[in-house]
């Protein structure tokens, strides 16, 4: 069992900090595809880099480690218990190593276990097989992604679309339906597994099933093969690229499969993931414990290097690059426009979910006026000194904020939130009114901002949990774009609304 233990433990960390060739084959293909100089091709560029960073540093491609989900074929005999308790302890390992962050929270009181166990976590499935191997697969998937993950009922009407009735048609509907209401918030540009048929659990199980197919391989039917192939060519023409900034590569894999139902039900469920497709898997010997074979890592070593890019960055840049420097001004705010890059250095405090339900009702413990606002749930570890170190630090998803963001900006003079993937009409409202900006940084770029990171000088409300805590942190040219600006513009309204219009171009029947 000691062998396992430490086969299961290289299989999370493995997971969390290196991904597959097959996702690194796809992301290459995208750069090659992105224009010169575009938003989109800087967010490839910030993306590769941190790929690189975490393959360097052994950390956390992403900061949100997500939740761990194992598929497990075992031979009969194999003892399931066993093989559970291991993984849990194993978990519990990668906890305390900054490998996993500790994301295992109560559902009702809304405490972190700590150690990324709970109730149900990790999630390990099995199966028996009649091969004299374990086949051990895990998926770390993030809830930035998770959460745009939809089901539709067939038949039922779609934005752009029209009627999806029950048909390999109306299921291509939904498929191209789901990849624009996903938008840039799932940090695309992503994967989508799509699951036919079933109830709605199973249904969406099959979805996340389809996760595990490598990018690369062809569907074995031939009807959902030829569904995948139209799916891949024009989800892509949507325009609404790496991270929702618009550009050509949405979508860099799609995988469907199918199963039976009752007449009566009809479920089409797409499991969406971003592009840190953190999912890898290994055979082992039952006897020993030992890795005998990685899966998705065949091949050669990807280069995802980006000399290309940043030599274009500088001669054909569509970006206006801003220095700032918190605290700031609501001048210097209302001369900021939509797609101005900055980069910001001096201080940002980091506050999610946990924080921004407290301001409401509470003093800030800091002077947030003329502050910057990150979005944020790090991976923290002390040092031997006993001091923090940022092991991962990207952008958490901005749109659950909505319904506080725009009163706390107002509440304590807060002028920069940043995020991922950009809020609502209350919030440009109130950067209209109050003078303040929405910053969209590059989701699921956990090291590369880490590495922007030169000091943790505080943290405040640690009740809440490492994430969910008020993290004080000295930056220096921490990159980001303007995507909501002082002015009542949005980029994610405009790229909304560009892709709706592109989305019904595929309206027409295609699949008789
Ligand atoms: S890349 Fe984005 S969606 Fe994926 S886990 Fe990280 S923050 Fe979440």
Redesign the pocket.
């Known amino acids: 069992m000691e062998k396992l233990f430490e086969s299961m433990y290289q299989l999370i960390v493995e997971t969390s900090t290196n991904l597959p060739k097959d996702v690194r084959r796809a992301i290459k293909k995208a750069k090659e595809n992105e224009n010169a100089g575009t938003r989109s091709a800087m967010s490839l560029a910030t993306i590769s880099d941190n790929i690189k960073m975490a393959d360097d540093n052994v950390s956390p491609i992403?900061?949100?480690t997500?939740l761990p989900t194992f598929k497990i074929k075992v031979p009969v005999g194999v003892n399931q218990l066993k093989v559970k308790e291991v993984i849990k302890e194993a978990i519990v390992k990668a906890t305390k190593d900054g490998k996993l962050r500790p994301n295992s929270v109560d559902s009702l009181t809304g405490d972190n276990s700590g150690d990324n166990l709970g109730i149900g976590l990790p999630v390990i499935k099995f199966e028996q097989w009649e091969k004299d191997y374990m086949d051990v697969r895990l998926i770390l998937?993030?809830?930035?992604?998770e959460n745009k993950n939809i089901q539709y009922s067939l038949p039922c009407e779609l934005e752009g679309l029209g009627r999806a009735g029950r048909d390999l048609d109306g299921i291509r509907k939904c498929i191209m339906h789901s990849v624009y209401q996903a938008q840039g918030q799932?940090?695309s540009a992503g994967f989508i597994g799509v699951g036919i048929g079933g109830d709605r659990s199973s249904g969406y199980d099959l979805a996340k099933e389809q996760l595990f197919r490598r990018v690369e391989d062809v569907n074995p039917n031939e009807d959902l093969q030829k569904l995948e192939e139209y799916v891949m060519e024009n989800a892509n023409k949507l325009g609404i690229g790496t991270m929702g900034f618009g550009g050509e590569t949405t979508l860099l894999g799609c995988k469907i499969g199918a199963m039976h139902r009752i007449p009566a039900s009809f479920f089409v469920s797409v499991a969406y993931n971003?592009?840190?497709f953190r999912r890898l898997g290994v055979h082992i010997n039952p006897e020993t414990g030992e890795i005998t074979e990685w899966l998705y890592q065949d091949g050669e070593d990807v280069d995802l290097s980006n000399a290309k890019e940043e030599a274009a960055a500088t001669s054909e840049s569509e970006n206006r690059v801003v220095q700032l420097q918190a605290p700031i001004t609501e001048e210097q705010i209302r001369e900021l426009k939509v797609g101005d890059v900055v980069q910001i250095s001096g201080m940002i405090y980091t506050g999610r979910d946990a924080i921004h339900k407290y301001l409401m009702d509470h003093d800030a413990p800091v002077d947030l006026n003329g502050q910057i606002i990150y979005h944020c749930g790090p991976v923290m570890l002390k040092d031997e000194e006993g001091n923090w170190e940022v092991k991962a630090a990207?952008?958490?998803?901005s749109i659950r904020e909505e319904p506080y963001q725009g009163d706390i900006m107002k509440k304590f003079g807060v002028r920069a939130v940043m995020g991922?993937g950009g809020m609502g009409p209350k919030t440009l409202q109130a950067l209209k009114e109050h003078g303040g900006v929405y910053l969209n940084a590059i989701?699921?770029a956990?090291q590369y901002y880490a590495e922007c990171i030169k000091g943790v000088e505080g943290v405040d409300l640690m009740q809440f949990g490492i994430p969910e805590a008020m993290w004080h942190l000295r930056v220096e040219n921490f990159t980001a774009v303007v995507t909501m600006d002082s002015h009542g513009n949005s980029l994610h309204e405009d790229v909304d609304k560009s892709s709706l219009e592109k989305l019904a171009q595929f309206k027409e029947p295609v699949f008789k």
């Open positions: 992403c900061q949100d997500g998937k993030g809830g930035g992604c799932g940090c971003c592009w840190a990207g952008p958490t998803t991922k989701g699921g956990a």
